[in-house]
């Protein structure tokens, strides 16, 4: 199975003024080792990608505001047909920020919500006021009529506050919530011992399913957490109900799990080309090989996209086509991007 790219995240910056614990590109205040791709490197990114595709772009870092040239690079980036989206920890917008957001027409604003409250949100993010400093950015772009959409990452350290965070993001007029099950990579791999355990998985699962089956205002997606889908066809079947999800044009639709190397992609600081955002193996560099190159021809992208290829209960599995397993979970934590999910809890019927 091959397609082009329906979503790609860019990390133009590894830098960043905070310094969260779940970080999956470890970023720094100021990253000497890894410098940012200049700007006419990054417009040569771009030229790249649109010659042969042209998905939502996600300039992301990092924070991407650090950069001075970052409306330059988006408004570059939209003007070759790229509906560009920002991923920031708002910390540092403002009105003049959104007003420059408004003329580049950056398509959406991601931002993170980790808590419901500044105690849990500054927690997990490292950084008194980073609460505040979202919720300021939230009312700025509401202000200004730009779309945002909320991202909220949970350990066992914040999990039980997971209802709390989708009301606020409800209450405050996001276009989407998106619950991320972390994924051990970056500085999470520090986190191991507080991702959260498997039982408490499906639960959480469980329940996003009964939230979502109500939920008419917003758009809801649990994210690296492909075993969603499989639970979806489970409990509808045996409720009997059709059960009708609604999608995003700035997503990949929302109708499988695992993605990875399949429908999009991460292209790091460095140029690397990974199949996603959690999957810290390269597939290829841009600076050494074209964009199409690596997304036809990489090996890695040709194993994720063969489901035969798969292994343990993944390889047996009947939901394989809608579930696929998180590879870059199986990665972190089994060494081996084709092994099962080691989060799934289920025994495929061909397996008993």
Not at 33 to 40: A, C, G, I, L
Not at 52 to 57: C, G, I, Q, R, S
Not at 62 to 80: H, V
Request: include cysteine; hydrophobic fraction near 30%; proline fraction near 5%.
């Amino acid at each position: 199975m091959q397609s082009e790219p329906k979503w790609i995240a860019w990390e133009i910056t590894r830098r960043c003024n905070l310094r969260c614990i779940h970080c999956r590109s470890s970023s720094e205040n100021t990253v000497l080792e890894h410098p940012d791709p200049t700007k006419e490197e990054c417009l040569k990114i771009i030229d790249d990608i649109t010659s042969y595709a042209k998905p939502v772009l996600v300039l992301t870092g990092g924070e991407p505001l650090l950069r001075e040239d970052f409306f330059e690079i988006a408004d570059y980036a939209g003007k070759k047909g790229l509906r560009v989206c920002l991923a920031t920890n708002g910390t540092l917008v403002n009105e003049e920020i959104c007003e420059k957001l408004k003329a580049v027409d950056i398509k959406m604003v991601s931002l993170s919500l980790d808590g419901p409250n500044e105690t849990v949100h500054d927690d997990f993010r490292n950084q008194k006021g980073a609460f505040r400093g979202t919720i300021n950015a939230i009312e700025l772009l509401k202000k200004h009529g730009i779309p945002f959409l909320i991202n909220s990452s949970f350990t066992k350290r914040n999990q039980e506050y997971i209802p709390q965070v989708y009301e606020l993001a409800k209450s405050l007029g996001a276009t989407a919530w998106y619950m991320f099950m972390i994924v051990p990579t970056g500085r999470a791999e520090e986190l191991l011992n507080e991702l959260i355990d498997k039982e408490d998985y499906e639960n959480i699962l469980n329940w996003h399913y009964d939230m979502e089956k109500k939920e008419k205002d917003i758009l809801v997606r649990p994210t690296c957490a492909p075993q969603y889908y499989r639970i979806v066809l489970e409990r509808s079947k045996k409720d009997g109900e059709k059960f009708e999800r609604r999608s995003l044009k700035f997503s990949t639709g929302g109708a499988k799990g695992c993605v990875a190397g399949q429908l999009i992609c991460l292209i790091n600081v460095d140029g690397d080309v990974m199949p996603c955002s959690y999957f810290p193996l390269p597939a290829g560099n841009i600076k050494k090989q074209s964009f199409k190159e690596i997304w036809e021809n990489s090996e890695i992208f040709k194993d994720l996209r063969e489901f035969s290829r798969y292994k343990g209960r993944c390889n047996n599995c009947e939901y394989i086509n809608v579930c696929g397993g998180c590879r870059a979970r199986a990665y972190c934590l089994k060494g081996d991007y084709l092994q099962e999910d080691p989060y799934c809890q289920y025994t495929p019927r061909r397996s008993k």
